[in-house]
C-alpha cells in the first residue's frame, strides 16, 4: 500500500468484464460495473479507479465500434492500473482483459482482490471478501 499519499487512503483499481457479443449485451456489463462500484464505495473507505466506465460508455455513444478502440482502452486501463494501490476483480468471472490488468498489477506489486467467482451481481459475501483481503472496512 503506498502509504506516501496525504490523504492515506486506498487506491483500488475496479475490473469487471465489459466485452459482449452486442453493444447492449456491453451495456448491460457496464451497468452491472456500475452496481459493484456502489457496492465497494459503499462498503469502504476506498477510493475507487474505474476509468474504462466513462471511456467504454463514451465510445458506445459515439458510435464507434468499440471492439476497434478495445487496444486503446486497454493500454489506457493499464497506465491508470500502475497508479494504484491494489486491484479488485469482480463480476463473476475473469474475463482477457481483466487478466492482463491483473497480471500487470501483480507485475507492479499491487495487491490483488480476487471476488470474481463471486457471482456477476454485488453481494455481501463478495464484498466482505475484498475488504477483509485488505482489512479496511468502513
Excluded at 465510445?59 to 478495445?70: F, I, K
Excluded at 490488468?101 to 507485475?107: N, Q, S, Y
Excluded at 470474481?116 to 455481501?124: M, R, T
Aim: one cysteine or more.
Amino acid at each position: 500500500v503506498n502509504t506516501t499519499r496525504a490523504t492515506g487512503k486506498l487506491v483500488v483499481y475496479l475490473a469487471h468484464p465489459v466485452g459482449a457479443a452486442t453493444v447492449d449485451g456491453v451495456r448491460a456489463n457496464l451497468a452491472r460495473a456500475k452496481r459493484w462500484l456502489w457496492a465497494v464505495r459503499r462498503a469502504t473507505e476506498w477510493s475507487i479507479c474505474a476509468p474504462w466506465i466513462p471511456s467504454v460508455e463514451a465510445v458506445l455513444d459515439s458510435g464507434a465500434d468499440e471492439s476497434a478502440e478495445r487496444a486503446r482502452g486497454l493500454a489506457d486501463d493499464l497506465a491508470a492500473v500502475e497508479r494504484c494501490d491494489a486491484i479488485a476483480l469482480v463480476g463473476g468471472r475473469v474475463s482477457s482483459g481483466m487478466a492482463m490488468e491483473r497480471d500487470h498489477a501483480a507485475a507492479c506489486g499491487l495487491r490483488v482482490l480476487d471476488a470474481s467467482d463471486c457471482g456477476e451481481e454485488p453481494g455481501a459475501d463478495a464484498i466482505a471478501r475484498l475488504v477483509l483481503a485488505v482489512g479496511m472496512a468502513k
